[in-house]
């Protein structure tokens, strides 16, 4: 009985993707393939296998090197539509309307987008943010793009970019939502509002996209993020390329896959309205954090009764002023206890707990 012949696959992006990489990767074992990387560099002449799965956007001459191809090919990025090649990308509308919807749970009325290019899949995502932002609201969202006010701000020329995002947010009343296509945007904009002096989350609350941890668990401000799930785009891509070398039929040459969750992180985390007592309250409570606080000191500080202040708070937060409380101090506590070395016992007065059991029970 004659062996088969394992399949040489090349992968050919522009730039590193490793989550791609780990999708392909599981495939890739799963059907015994030969797998060829050549990653960002000069084109791989000579080659000869299977098929290609490729990541381009402004490369030409990878461009030219898989339209030339005479082996199947799928593409794994959403740039060049135009270009007839099978492919798999992530769901970049359905990203936009996920961030959309997340912002709306949570009560704003005001929302930003944020990215420093606008080519295809930037403006995708803003169209999805955008859209279902009108729908629920009757709104229009607020871009913050460089190319659409016909700036010339290089996308890696902080000091100009930082001045532009801050002049954007200045003229932008709060408490705001901001959407940025990505989680380097997403730092982008948590480094200008924090040089502008704006609170984040409680001034602008900022939501990328990717979930990389290196940006997000790292900025100052852990950073939330839609969940893009790239693994599986890798490994759908791989599948797709299986079939088209096995010359099985396809039921689609192109599949969009929807972003799965959203991974929230201090950046976005608390309570956010536009009612003016309730912006008070919010205010008063971020300032005497540590302090022996409660919905009576609240009351007195903004100038209303205790009774009042507590119907009037359930009516436009939605909650309680003490489950309000309790929930900051936590994510006070949380953000204390992740980035810094303090000891359990100062993290708990920081945060208002009155001893360290206290503090500790309420946490777990």
Known sequence: MRKQTRK???????WHNHPFREGIAQFAKEHRWIVTVNDGCTLPDGWHGDGIITYFDTRKDIIRYVLNAEVPVVNLSGFHPEIPLPGVTGDNVGIGRMAAEFFLQKGFTRAAYFSTQFHRLQKLRLHGFAKKWKEATGGKIVPIVPKLDKRRTGADDWTALGAYIRGKLADIPKPLAVFAFCDYDAAKVEAAALDAGLR???????????????VCENDVIPISSVCHDRIRIGYEGAALLENLMSRRRV????????PTRIEERASTQGLYSDDPLVRRVIDFFGDHLSESTGAGEAAAAVGVGKRFLERHFASHAGRTVTSYLREIRLIRARQLVTETDRPMGLIAKDCGFSNAQHFSNAFR
């Open 200 to 214: 984040v989350p409680d001034d602008v609350a900022i939501l990328g996209v990717d979930n990389d941890p290196l």
């Open 251 to 258: 039921r689609t040459r192109h599949i969009e896959i929807l």
């Open 8 to 14: 040489n696959v090349l992968l050919l992006m522009e």
